[in-house]
């Protein structure tokens, strides 16, 4: 297999160190084309060392060029080009935002792709080929459609925003400004919602509602979030959903919470802000979850959690009586040994007494 | 961030009174363009009750238009426009059908579109951009394709079927007619078989059965359905998906079955009628669940299951035994400090009977 | 329901010996369109038998033609065509693998596709109607692309690969030769990393590392594996994934290692080699799992794992001790009876020894 190596930028320690406002020690025309984990460094890459306790590897780096704190005293030599700025994390943050920018960076309509006429875009489009918005839909500014991605009809995209290759939206859905929306994910698809019939099989209820998204939301890959039967499901600005989730129909997801990959939740539950949710954890419909809720992974929630509460395991329990009653959990052949062996001795000691 | 009104229909009390054949009290005037529960009621939106626990709020709702029973005697005085019909849930029920049906009626072949020469479609096709029809494959009549939808070679399609944007239809796929298949559902992707060689590496089994959904089947947003090793994995009438389920190779599930999202089912598994599975259920290969099985959220099954049983838990037991069994499974720390208690007093029982 | 046949191949049974170097028995000119297991056998289908347990099967199976060893003697009378070869389970695999390759025979780039000019892209280049290859990526020889694939900029794919229709591949992705990526998979999406600020919201962690895939995987279908944040997620030679797995940021899966459906790996664990998953385990980030590792399906995996072990459970634990475990958590309510029986006794004995 050919290995190529990645290539994210092109620059000289002497460039970077003028767009960072610091000052090069060492080989100041040494290029960088990526950037690594100082213990992980490889030549050609742009590393930084801001906690103390990773001072160590500074000496035995393979990084071309290493950011560091302009107070950085070494201990020893080195074989590295430095850069001292005020403060080489946040400066290495600001580096990693202006490259994920620039890669970012797209715009104009490929062809062939598809635009109703009945529906509005913005400034600076990016539309990828075979890419489809539909009738009556208004599409922000600064906003990217990856190629193959839908946008059904009547949907509201607000500014900024990025679509990921294939993610589906359907029609009516709102989503709000600097959300990204990955590859794959499905935003409004029907509700799960039938009523029995008498002889076993099921009828539809139409799902009538839609999704609003606001704004600063990211969803994950492969993603689905149903629509309302009636009204909306509504996922709040700030949240965070990784991968292959599940949002049921009706639900609320409060402000900036965060969920991680393949988590469940059934209809019309509510959840807070500011909740951390681990992966696979699963949550059953017409619940409600308070704000600052943490679930550990894996959880199953059957009932409503109060605000501040920490919950793991399935039923769900406070953390600290989770931790406990899995460690008797793991020592439950044991416990079971002692009881029958408690079980024997008051045998014999019940037959010596009567006897 | 902008959030617009959403309308899914725009109409006066009086015409939507005619449509119902029922009788308008209030202002046949007032228009509604969409639908609310009168307990969340919105202005500009149509309720309805059928159910005297929720009278109370017909007092308070913000609803324009609220469908009664014929024989409803207001207690207070009321502020919204009545509509009396003969069953008002029923008559609700039916506008919300005619409403979707109304929202999904699309017809014609957006262009670019690709349709294989050797493929036939019938009447009143929708074909979306960027979708696709493979070689053979037969398409039925009124069948909804939308944008980015892929149907390979040699597949056939039943009448009134709707395949949403970018759901993918693998080759030699059958489905039925009345089938809903949401956008990014997998149908026919390869079976997961694999046979050991003895350097540790696999080689592929070909997969070379399909898929043969039945008719009425609903398949949610991003579930897969794998196909046949040989003969076909069959997926039978009136079943119901929800989103991210994977049904793997050679299974086969019965009439009416339902399945709550991220529900696996390994490869070869019979599954019966009108089957209930919550969400995140995991069921092994190669077993038999009859007929009427229930299966609580997040339980795992490892053993074939007799028809008419309510399972939970992992390992899988009868809903009583699991219920008493998680009561006494979060208390199993104070278990432990009960039996640690009866050893300490044996032993001083023992010792003061032997002292 | 109109339920078609489905041919996958149209030979003679004199044609199939003729290639499989064997001798027909019966009926040379009858037709086969397909496979069938022996006990499952129907018209116009062929079979094989090699074990004898399936022996019976053969007096009474209904396929038209069965695949034997030379030295198979039938102990009744046979109503179908024998082909006799010298190892009837290795010639019936390579038949299968003949009919396989031939069904999946495509060439040609259909249009409308895209293929940005900077892009490369080798011989025997199937390319299906809007798929994309996109800036300055690499495509090796005798790649098949489905319908509405992505290929984003800088991906480099091997020979022999296939991508089945509207599978995602992010930026800078590298994918390896003869491997199979399955519909609607998502290669490269953004790890989810987000540094908390003091409102309670979050910062994005710019995302940018890429996806390695070596050789001969194998990816499920609407499966996500999300690009590092910086380096390389790695996917290595011979692993095969199935259907809605989730491999997260930074994530190494070692050689060889096969894992069944809705598995999520959270992010930089690193797998060993030729691990075996079941179906919905989750395994916790940061931590590592050495070679030859077994985990049964539903495990929750919090702590890293030596070579070698076999673990089951939630948390994972041996797995003797993980049967001997859930055969008494099932009693639980038992053992409680139990101990407050004990307790009951005990006291008895005590008042009367004290009495």
């Given at each position: 297999?050919?290995r ?62 290493v950011?560091?704190?302009?107070d ?118 029907d ?26 939301v ?66 059953s ?43 008797v ?27």
């Open positions: 297999m050919h190529a190596k990645k290539i994210i930028m092109d620059f000289k320690a002497q460039n970077i160190a003028d767009f960072l406002q610091g000052t090069v020690e060492g080989d100041a025309n040494v290029s960088v084309n990526n950037v690594s984990k100082i213990e992980d460094g490889k030549p050609g890459t742009l590393s930084f060392l801001a906690n103390p306790k990773y001072e160590k590897f500074i000496y035995e780096t393979k990084s071309s060029v950011l560091v704190n302009k950085f005293h070494p201990e020893k030599e080195l074989n590295v080009t430095l850069i001292r700025v005020d403060d080489a994390y946040q400066a290495f943050a600001s580096l990693l935002d202006l490259v994920d920018q620039f890669q970012k960076q797209k715009s104009g309509v490929e062809q062939p792709s598809f635009i109703d006429e009945s529906a509005s875009t913005g400034k600076d489009l990016y539309l990828g080929a075979f890419a489809y918005i539909g009738m009556s839909s208004k599409v922000g500014d600064n906003v990217k459609i990856y190629p193959q991605a839908f946008v059904g009809s009547n949907v509201i995209i607000g500014d900024n925003t990025i679509i990921f290759a294939g993610a589906k939206i359907y029609d009516n859905s709102i989503i709000g400004s600097n959300c990204i929306i990955h590859a794959g994910a499905v935003i409004g698809s509700g799960f919602g039938f009523a029995p019939k008498e002889d076993g099989s099921y009828r539809k209820i139409p799902q009538l509602g839609n999704v609003v998204i606001e704004d600063d990211e969803i994950g890959a492969n993603t689905t979030i149903d629509c309302a039967t009636m009204g909306s499901t509504i996922i709040k600005k700030g949240v965070k959903l990784d991968n292959l989730i599940q949002i049921a129909h009706n639900c609320e997801v409060g402000e900036n919470t965060v969920m991680a990959a393949l988590v469940g939740i059934a209809g019309s539950t509510k959840v807070g802000k500011n909740n951390m949710y681990g992966g696979q954890v699963g949550i419909g017409h619940i409600t979850i308070g704000d600052n809720v943490k679930i550990g992974p894996m959880t199953g929630v059957s009932n409503s959690i109060k605000s501040d509460k920490t919950v793991l395991g399935t039923p769900a329990m406070d953390i600290d009586q989770a931790l406990k009653t899995y460690v959990f793991r020592r439950l052949p044991q416990m079971r040994e002692q009881l029958n062996e408690l079980k024997k001795e008051l045998k014999e000691l019940k037959s010596k007494q009567e006897g």
